[in-house]
């Protein structure tokens, strides 16, 4: 077994208050395994006064992001690698772990696209949970890879026995009559809306323009991308683009974008951006400034770096 389920059980049971049985049940494991966890996890000191977690958080960084930009949360999470590739891995792991311990029963979970949101939902420990709902925020991509919203809705609700709701459409279609033809007057399109509106959290991602957007070589061609980026646009979240200082931007895509809107967006009390590296700065400042985002994951050099742009939020 890995550190990561002794942690996790540790958590839960030192932390959560949870019973040996509850735990055996949310993980699919027997009582007897889930005491044996716990006798590992205090023999390899992952159980001391207080418990050793998977992870840990620059505080300071973190308040100075909370300040700056009115933000309820921020988890800048400590790098243990150089390489900005390795940091999405790094920032899923952290997030399915405290998803593992946070998340509640009762509730609706609404699912991005991205490489560290699919990060996010390689990385959870599967479990039981009880009426938790996903549904898909935003339209799929042209590739079935496990940072496409249709996986990782399909995914993250096997791994949480959880029921869902998805689309089966692409992120942009040819025309605003067929975006609204799937959104407003299809049955998915309903029972989607529906539960954008029941929505508790909304967990989703960053990009950039140009060669580092999701949407490149999916969605825009190279003449577009670079068309974005040099009319000042910083990156967009769901598909929605916005400047460097936070003003959304109305572009050619917004009215073909099978997307949660940006009013139905804000209605929903627990919006989370989980994103990092230092490429991405630029990006998640503008997403910053906006005022939608609540809660943000990130890594400290990352944190450090929208810092140092200056600033806050509009």
Known sequence: MSDFLYELVATLHHEKGMSQQDIATKLGLSKMAVSRILQKAKETKIIKLSIKLPYALNNDVGRELCRRFGLEEVFAVKRNTKEEGAVAEMLGRMWAFYMGVNLPDEYVLGMGVGRTVGQ??????????????????MGGLADVTYKNPFTIVQETCRKLGAEGTYFTSFAVVESEELRDSIVYKSKMGEKVREQWEKCDEAL???????KE??????????EQSRSLETSGIAGNFLGHFFDREGNFVDTEFEARLVSIPLSSLERIPRKVVIAGGERKAEALT?????????????????????????????
């Not at 989703?204 to 140009?210: A, D, E, L, R």
């Not at 910053?288 to 985002?293: D, E, F, K, N, Q």
Request: hydrophobic share 40%; proline share 3%.
């Open 286 to 314: 503008g997403a910053l400034r906006t005022g939608v985002i609540g809660t943000l994951v990130t890594d400290e050099v990352t944190g450090k770096k929208i810092l140092e742009m200056g600033g806050g939020s509009n």
């Open 120 to 137: 996010v939902v390689q990385h959870l420990t599967p479990m039981k949970t009880r009426n938790v709902h996903i549904v898909q925020l």
């Open 213 to 222: 957007s999701l949407f490149s070589g999916e969605v825009l061609t190279r």
């Open 204 to 210: 989703f991602g960053v990009g950039p323009v140009g």
